[in-house]
């Protein structure tokens, strides 16, 4: 008998059995090649033998330790590794099991600080609309995915929403790329104004948006702009590293390209691979002395948060991304990826935009290309492209709602950072299939 509560209790799905690099195999035998990695979370792909003995050998150890009573080797040195190799003074890592946690603990820390300081009154959160923070309440109130939001919003706290920089869509045909970031940067601006500086505490964003647009990368100076913007109003940056980060865009840390650095940031997903689960908070030094110098004690906590296992494993994750070069490979591997999709797609009928940073790449479906009209909801075309693609033996992450939660679709692509030129052509002819099949009525 079936008893697991399915996220679509109605959906009769495979049963996984094993992984072999960049392909999984389900019980009936059949084999699918993984070009999302789940949600961009298996990035080493699906049976490294380096982050398996590094959880073996920390499960020998010590399998567990509260972190009210022991810090852990693991959990320290992967603070020391993370931090040496972050942007800025961003000198602290506060260890969580995944990406809504370290939302969580973003948006808790960025009121504890301002309390600490004597500044109660900034309590306001800025967020943009379509962004994706996670789905507790808090990190979902934080979050701009009307679809998501619909039916809990009556228990979300109030955020505040601004345009995203979505360049397909909205940039005017008399503007710049540039002077396009620079107009909604400057919403930003507006909404503190509005609201009152005194009165806001942060502005959270995705330096690439992932899940609800399809790796929407920023144009050239917007994070800067928004950079000077909390700057000048004593405002803290947080940017969500949870699903673009983690070498995913070919850098550690992806808000590195943008050349900015917040006063918080998130990461998870790629940080285990999906051999552990494991997020991080990574804080700069000026919020960390302002809780240790002030109460001393930052009123938050998880019972997994730090486990020695998931640490462990992040830290044998970093090992074999920097010593098999792996960043490397996903700048290679994914502008040849691009490169494949804008050939073979980039003047089809249903695709309108091709885009995306690294390994991260998002295709906006479109029923016309010219005019940029979304497919009806109705026609439930992202459900059908994963469906068919399932059949080809190809993992895809399609979804609807890219414009404003309710109109338009897209699929994300997030291979592992292991794949060569070889799984190129296999991803792009099984998609390219799988999209004729779905848009064919």
């Known amino acids: 008998m079936d008893h697991v509560f399915h996220r679509y209790p109605s959906a009769t799905l495979p049963v996984i059995d094993r992984g072999e690099g960049v392909f999984v195999f389900d019980t009936d035998g059949k084999k699918y090649l993984d070009a999302c990695g789940g949600a961009a979370v298996s990035c080493l792909g699906h049976s490294d033998a380096r982050v398996k003995q590094a959880i073996v050998d920390q499960l020998d150890r010590i399998p567990f330790a509260h972190t009210a009573f022991y810090t852990s080797e693991a959990a320290e040195d992967l603070a020391d590794r993370l931090t040496a190799a972050a942007p800025g003074n961003l000198d602290r890592v506060y260890f969580v099991s995944g990406g809504s946690e370290a939302t969580e603990a973003a948006l808790k820390l960025a009121r504890q600080y301002f309390v600490e300081k004597g500044e109660p009154g900034r309590r306001n959160v800025i967020t943009r609309r379509q962004s994706y923070h996670g789905n507790t309440l808090g ?227 479109v029923a016309d290309r010219e005019t940029k009209t979304p497919f009806e909801a109705v026609k439930g075309v992202p459900a059908r492209i994963k469906t068919d693609a399932m059949s080809r033996g190809l993992m895809v992450y399609p979804m609807g709602g890219t414009i404003d939660g309710s109109r338009g679709a897209h699929v994300l692509l997030a291979p592992p950072y292991i794949i060569d030129s070889g799984h190129i052509p296999v991803i792009v002819d099984r998609l390219a299939g799988a999209i004729d099949a779905a848009t064919a009525d």
């Open 139 to 365: 990190a979902l109130a934080a979050g701009g995915n009307q679809w998501r939001r619909a039916q809990f919003e009556p228990l979300l706290f109030e955020t505040h929403h601004i345009a995203p920089c979505y360049e397909y869509r909205d940039r005017g045909d008399d503007e710049t790329s540039v002077e396009y970031g620079f107009r909604v940067a400057d919403e930003l601006e507006t909404k503190i104004q509005e609201l009152g500086a005194e009165t806001v505490m942060a502005f959270i964003a995705e330096p690439v948006v992932g899940a609800t647009a399809g790796a929407v990368p920023p144009t050239d100076g917007y994070f800067k702009r928004v950079r000077e913007i909390c700057d000048r109003h004593g405002i803290l940056l947080v940017l969500d590293e949870v699903m673009c980060g983690s070498g995913r865009t070919g850098t550690l840390f992806a808000c590195e390209q943008d050349d900015i650095v917040p006063d918080i940031l998130t990461m998870a997903k790629g940080l285990g691979a999906g051999y552990q689960p494991i997020g991080a908070v990574l804080v700069g030094a000026h919020i960390y002395d302002a809780i240790r110098s002030g109460s001393g004690f930052f009123q938050h906590g998880h019972t997994y948060m730090a486990h020695p296992a998931a640490c462990a494993a992040s830290l044998a994750v970093l090992d074999v991304i920097e010593e098999r070069g792996l960043l490397a490979n996903v700048v290679e591997r994914g502008n040849e990826l691009r490169e494949a999709l804008n050939d073979r797609l980039g003047q089809h009928p249903y695709v309108g935009d091709v885009r995306g940073r690294g390994l991260f790449v998002g295709l906006e479906i």
